[in-house]
């Protein structure tokens, strides 16, 4: 027979969520954590119209000339 | 991908507003990665966010010198590292330990071999700062290329000025520090 659960559906997500917060999260090297970290990162998009207003009055550089590929200079 | 220019035929058209397809092209595909760095390097979200673009300004001034040697993505973290322990040398560089302090942290670090374990995500951020900057710069820069997956230790490597075996040595070390460190955080 199935058993009716006492909780209304609101309490059982809240069941169910404190216990994820309980059991947490577990990273094996300090490299996955920080991964999980830049993954919730944002970047905020001001960078990027910054960046376009500044480039648009900015010429970019001239390709280097051969002969200093050429000689590593 | 040896070559900026293919990152703008994989992404296909970046955005009109861009004075230049390659400076848009590798914004798109490379600006999480210089953002992050940038914050958790500095550990101040507004100096991250104009490093990130004074380090995109640069690339885009310099794009003719790229040659190609290296991918795009060392190419501009070799910038980003730059900039930022330039900026770090003012007044932050003083604050940070030595790698002497590391020593002691490595070899006290009973534990560091457990998982890392996070109950509560909201203030995660906050505690990888507080550890990150407890780091050497060597130690947090180390880290933060490793994380990011997409160098080889030969590449980490060049940008730290070492050889791949003493990365990989460090690394081990560095892991044990930040284990150790972030326990202390909780």
Redesign the interface.
């Known amino acids: 027979m199935k058993q009716q659960s006492k909780f209304s559906p609101e309490q059982q997500h809240a069941e169910t969520h404190s216990s994820q917060?309980?059991t947490?999260?577990?990273?094996?090297?300090?490299?996955?954590?920080?991964?999980f970290?830049?993954a919730?990162?944002t970047?905020?998009p001001?960078?990027?119209e910054?960046?376009?207003r500044?480039?648009?009055n900015?010429a970019?550089?001239?390709?280097?000339p051969w002969w200093k590929?050429l000689f590593g200079q | 991908m040896d070559n900026p220019d293919e990152c703008v035929t994989a992404l296909g058209s970046p955005s009109a507003d861009w004075p230049s397809d390659d400076i848009g092209a590798l914004y798109d595909q490379h600006s999480r990665a210089i953002f992050y760095l940038a914050l958790r390097f500095l550990g101040d979200p507004q100096k991250a966010e104009d490093a990130t673009h004074d380090v995109f300004l640069k690339a885009f001034r310099s794009f003719g010198n790229f040659r190609g040697d290296a991918s795009a993505r060392t190419w501009l973290y070799r910038i980003a590292i730059n900039h930022c322990q330039n900026l770090n040398q003012s007044w932050h560089h003083r604050h940070v330990q030595t790698s002497a302090d590391d020593a002691i942290w490595e070899n006290s670090a009973a534990k560091s071999d457990s998982p890392l374990r996070v109950l509560e995500t909201k203030e995660l951020g906050q505690r990888i700062q507080k550890t990150l900057d407890s780091l050497s710069e060597e130690y947090r820069l180390l880290l933060l290329l490793v994380a990011d997956g997409e160098l080889s230790y030969e590449e980490i490597a060049a940008l730290l000025g070492q050889t791949a075996d003493a990365v990989r040595g460090k690394l081990h070390r560095a892991r044990k520090t930040f284990a150790a460190r972030f326990e202390q955080t909780a």
Request: overall charge neutral; glycine content about 2%; hydrophobic content about 35%.
């Open positions: 917060a309980q947490g999260r577990e990273f094996v090297t300090a490299e996955e954590l920080l991964r970290d830049a919730q990162t970047v905020p001001q960078i990027e910054r960046l376009k500044s480039t648009q900015a970019p550089a001239q390709p280097r590929n």
